[in-house]
Antibody, heavy 123, light 108 residues
Framework: QVQLQESGPGLVKPSETLSLTCTVS?????????WGWMRQPPGKGLEWIAT???????YYNPTLKSRVTISVDTSKNHFSLKVSSVTAADTAVYYC????????????????WGKGTTVTVSS | EIVLTQSPGTLSLSPGERATLSCRAS???????LAWYQQKIGQAPRLLIY???SRATGIADRFSGSGSGTDFTLTISRLEPEDFAVYYC?????????FGGGTKVEIK
């Protein structure tokens, strides 16, 4: 049974870089599927951040693209997210998820989620 | 960007009643690219429906999805106590992927 677990610092200072890792167990990332990050600010809805395929192909939300990098390390069976120049608006619960594509014409839905990790941006 | 508007914001119902949740898109979404999620307080979202009407693995058959174009519906035929939660729709037909603002189903 595939499981995902987010890890990273819970507190980040404004203007610094937020770094998170999602460790996958029960499934080899190199076997396929897409892998992505979402976030949810306190009391608000969900926002897609980025997605990566095991081959390294990446997809980014245009509103965040200039500050975000997603990467994958198949040897460690994990993938990572970096968000630079953070502000209070980046305070949120960050979720990683396994993503699936219905076909080659569309994009992704999330079929397995991690439990989420809370990141607060504050000095 | 496709904006998804969910209504109502809150639905107050009793166990055993039928719940009908709406998701309206700002432009047409191919139905195979519409998903629904359930989120309980303090938990991650859980996939319920993908392809507008296909139930995810392990999802009870009281959950059903329908719709096409710009109007989609999630129906819970008879509410169980564990169904009181927030529900989100998501489109994955175009980038950026977007979610609706959510509908909270609360106990009346």
């Amino acid at each position: 049974q595939v499981q995902l677990q987010e890890s990273g610092p819970g507190l980040v200072k404004p203007s610094e870089t937020l770094s998170l890792t999602c460790t996958v167990s029960g499934y080899s990332i190199s076997s396929g599927y897409y892998w992505g990050w979402m976030r949810q600010p306190p009391g608000k809805g969900l926002e897609w951040i980025a997605t990566i395929y095991e081959s390294g192909s990446t997809y980014y939300n245009p509103t965040l693209k200039s500050r975000v990098t997603i990467s994958v390390d198949t040897s460690k069976n994990h993938f990572s997210l970096k968000v630079s120049s953070v502000t209070a608006a980046d305070t949120a619960v960050y979720y990683c998820a396994r993503e699936r594509a219905w076909d080659s014409s569309g994009y992704f839905y999330m079929d397995v989620w991690g439990k989420g990790t809370t990141v607060t941006v504050s000095s | 960007e496709i904006v998804l508007t969910q209504s109502p914001g809150t639905l107050s119902l009793s166990p055993g009643e039928r719940a009908t949740l709406s998701c309206r898109a700002s432009q047409s979404v191919t139905s195979i690219y519409l998903a629904w999620y359930q989120q309980k307080i303090g938990q991650a979202p859980r996939l319920l429906i993908y392809g507008a009407s296909s139930r995810a693995t392990g999802i009870a058959d009281r959950f059903s999805g329908s719709g096409s174009g710009t109007d989609f519906t999630l129906t819970i035929s008879r509410l169980e106590p564990e169904d009181f939660a927030v529900y989100y729709c998501q489109q994955y037909g175009s980038s950026p992927l977007t979610f609706g603002g959510g509908t909270k189903v609360e106990i009346k």
